[in-house]
């Protein structure tokens, strides 16, 4: 009885040996993937906050007589805006893009829509937010 409770005993510490030594490196490798998952997210929402930034200072000094060189700037910083965005979003920047052009009445309509669809876009952004907080810090700050 003895002769198998020690083989019991010796391969229960072989295993306990053997998870000691694969631990610490499975660990390292699980925070590896969460690190590199949460900087993949940072940066693209940092560079997608960034597009819209720019997207929304060059469309705000957007000229009535615009040249050539403006209307690239605004396509260019609206491509890049929209290469981010949501496709809800990539509707509302084309929309404002195309009003601005288009030197249309309706251009602080369509400027507000689209700055209200970035916004949005940037909140639910992958859950970077905790999104039923700050819905909850709206409806208080609605009620005053």
Request: net charge neutral.
């Amino acid at each position: 009885r003895t002769l198998i409770a020690d083989k019991i005993t010796i391969v229960c510490a072989f295993i306990a040996a053997i998870s000691a030594i694969i631990a610490p490196s499975l660990s390292a490798i699980i925070t590896a993937r969460y690190q590199f998952k949460t900087k993949t997210v940072a940066l693209l929402f940092d560079a997608k906050l960034n597009a819209y930034s720019r997207f929304n200072e060059i469309a705000c000094s957007y000229p009535e007589n615009a040249t050539a060189e403006d209307q690239l700037k605004l396509n260019t910083a609206a491509s890049q805006a929209i290469m981010l965005s949501s496709s809800n979003t990539q509707d509302f920047i084309s929309f404002y893009t195309g009003a601005l052009v288009g030197n249309s009445p309706n251009a602080g309509i369509d400027q507000a829509a689209a700055l209200l669809a970035m916004q949005r876009d940037l909140i639910t952004f992958n859950g970077y937010f905790n999104t039923k907080q700050f819905n909850e810090v709206l409806r208080e700050t609605d009620k005053t």
